[in-house]
């Protein structure tokens, strides 16, 4: 499967913006969406899954309240609404799929086989 991140972009503080992750190559309608982000010199950590169905997401501890992961299988694509941006929210997103069929959602890169290429979100005070 193949994902084409996009929808990042320059914003000031208090904006928002909308991720998108469009699939293709075969459907993620049974995989777990993830997103996760790494800042310039910084590893990459988790920001938010949602399970195949839907029914279970998670966020890391730093987005939620303001970030929220939704899919759209019939679209194949996953999307990451995030609003109240924050200047330490600026990085490099990912999302990722996980082939894995669970209603358990992974927060480790490790558990996700597919990677696209990341969209740069910058946030300025």
């Known amino acids: 499967v193949q994902l084409q991140a996009y929808g990042g972009g320059s914003v000031q503080a208090g904006d928002s913006l909308r991720l998108s992750c469009a699939a293709s190559g075969r459907s993620i309608s049974f995989y777990t969406m993830g997103w996760f982000r790494q800042a310039l010199g910084k590893e990459r950590e988790f920001a938010a899954a949602?399970?195949?169905?839907?029914?279970?997401?998670k966020y890391a501890d730093s987005v939620k309240g303001r970030f929220t992961i939704s899919r759209d299988n019939a679209k194949n694509t996953v999307y990451l609404q995030m609003n109240s941006l924050k200047p330490e929210d600026t990085a490099e997103y990912y999302c990722a799929a996980d082939a894995t069929i669970s209603e358990v959602v992974d927060t480790t890169p490790y558990a996700y086989a597919y990677w696209g290429q990341g969209t740069q979100v910058t946030v300025s005070s």
């Open positions: 949602i399970s195949w169905s839907g029914r279970s997401t």
